[in-house]
């Protein structure tokens, strides 16, 4: 992946980590389900990133 593509990443994740863990904590009631829950979900949107960006 692209620095550019990378940078574009963290940019989104950024902008949007708060309310997908507050959506998160919604769904499982539990802190740190919804921590494991947030990284689990940006870490797969990474690798899936080109696709999902476009």
């Known amino acids: ?3 550019g593509e990378v940078a574009a990443f963290v940019a989104y994740a950024r902008s949007g980590q708060r309310r ?3 959506t ?3 769904l499982c009631g ?3 389900g919804a ?3 947030t990284q689990t979900t940006l870490a797969t949107l990474f690798q899936h990133w080109r696709k ?3």
Do not use: F, K, N
């Open 20 to 22: 997908l863990y507050r």
């Open 30 to 32: 539990d802190v740190e």
């Open 52 to 54: 999902a960006s476009r």
């Open 35 to 37: 921590q494991d829950l």
């Open 1 to 3: 992946m692209a620095d």
């Open 24 to 26: 998160a904590y919604l």
